[in-house]
T-cell receptor
Framework: AQSVTQLGSHVSVSEGALVLLRCNYS??????LFWYVQYPNQGLQLLLK??????LVKGINGFEAEFKKSETSFHLTKPSAHMSDAAEYFC???????????FGKGTKLSVKP | NAGVMQNPRHLVRRRGQEARLRCSPM?????VYWYRQLPEEGLKFMVY????????ESGMPKERFSAEFPKEGPSILRIQQVVRGDSAAYFC???????????????FGEGSRLTVL
C-alpha cells in the first residue's frame, strides 16, 4: 500500500529565502510522485511529477524536487520564495493498480515580506 | 480549452436533505475521481469511475454516499440525508487513461464546497 507523510503542516519563510517542503513516501511498488499546489478556494494544480526518469525534477514557478530512493523522500524546494508562492502544497504518490493518487495532509506555506 | 468543471461551487443544505455534486471531466478524459477535503486533513480518495462503471469505491462511506458516471452527462456524487460532518470541499479530477501503475497526473476541478446547517 502507498502512503505519504508531509512533515510540517505550516512552514513560514521570508521573501527571498529558500523554500523546503518535506515529503516522505511509502510504496510497495516503484513509486510515481507528484507535488500539487492549491491556492485559496481553488482546485489543485500540478507543480511537478517524478515518473522514474531523472531523479531531479523541475516544475513550474521555479520549483524542483529530488527523488531519493534510499531516503524514501521527495522534498520540494525553491531557491528564493516569492509572495505569490503562499499556498498549500500537497505531495502525492501512485503506483497501485488503480489510478487514484494518495495525498499527504498538505503543508501551508506562508511568505513574509 | 475547458478544464474539469464542477457545479455547484457552493451548496448549502440543511440536515437530512440531499446534496448532488456534478463533475464534467476534461474533453477526451474518460476517468473520473472524487476526493473529499477536510481542514487539516488533506484530500481523501472516495471513488474512481469510468463511463458506466465504478472501478474503485474503497474510500466511499458505506451509507448515504453514491456516485455515478453515466454514458451521457456528468459524473454525479450524491449524498443523501446530509449531516453536519459532511461539510467539506469535494473535488473531482479526471485523467485520459490509466496505465498500470498510473504514471499520469490528475486534473482537478475547483471543487464544490458543501455546508450543512
Amino acid at each position: 500500500a502507498q502512503s505519504v507523510t508531509q512533515l510540517g503542516s505550516h512552514v513560514s519563510v521570508s521573501e527571498g529565502a529558500l523554500v523546503l517542503l518535506r515529503c516522505n513516501y511509502s510504496s510497495s511498488v516503484p513509486p510515481y510522485l507528484f507535488w500539487y499546489v492549491q491556492y485559496p478556494n481553488q482546485g489543485l494544480q500540478l507543480l511537478l511529477k517524478y515518473t522514474s526518469a531523472a531523479t531531479l525534477v523541475k516544475g513550474i514557478n521555479g520549483f524542483e524536487a529530488e527523488f531519493k530512493k534510499s531516503e524514501t523522500s521527495f522534498h520540494l524546494t525553491k531557491p528564493s520564495a516569492h509572495m505569490s508562492d503562499a499556498a498549500e502544497y500537497f505531495c502525492a504518490v501512485s503506483g497501485g493498480s488503480q489510478g487514484n493518487l494518495i495525498f499527504g495532509k498538505g503543508t501551508k506555506l506562508s511568505v513574509k515580506p | 480549452n475547458a478544464g474539469v468543471m464542477q457545479n455547484p461551487r457552493h451548496l448549502v443544505r440543511r440536515r437530512g436533505q440531499e446534496a448532488r455534486l456534478r463533475c464534467s471531466p476534461m474533453k477526451g478524459h474518460s476517468h473520473v475521481y472524487w476526493y473529499r477535503q477536510l481542514p487539516e486533513e488533506g484530500l481523501k480518495f472516495m471513488v474512481y469511475l469510468q463511463k458506466e462503471n465504478i472501478i474503485d469505491e474503497s474510500g466511499m462511506p458505506k451509507e448515504r454516499f453514491s456516485a455515478e458516471f453515466p454514458k451521457e452527462g456528468p459524473s454525479i456524487l450524491r449524498i443523501q440525508q446530509v449531516v453536519r460532518g459532511d461539510s467539506a470541499a469535494y473535488f473531482c479530477a479526471s485523467s485520459p487513461a490509466v496505465g498500470t501503475p498510473n504514471t499520469g497526473e490528475l486534473f482537478f476541478g475547483e471543487g464544490s464546497r458543501l455546508t450543512v446547517l
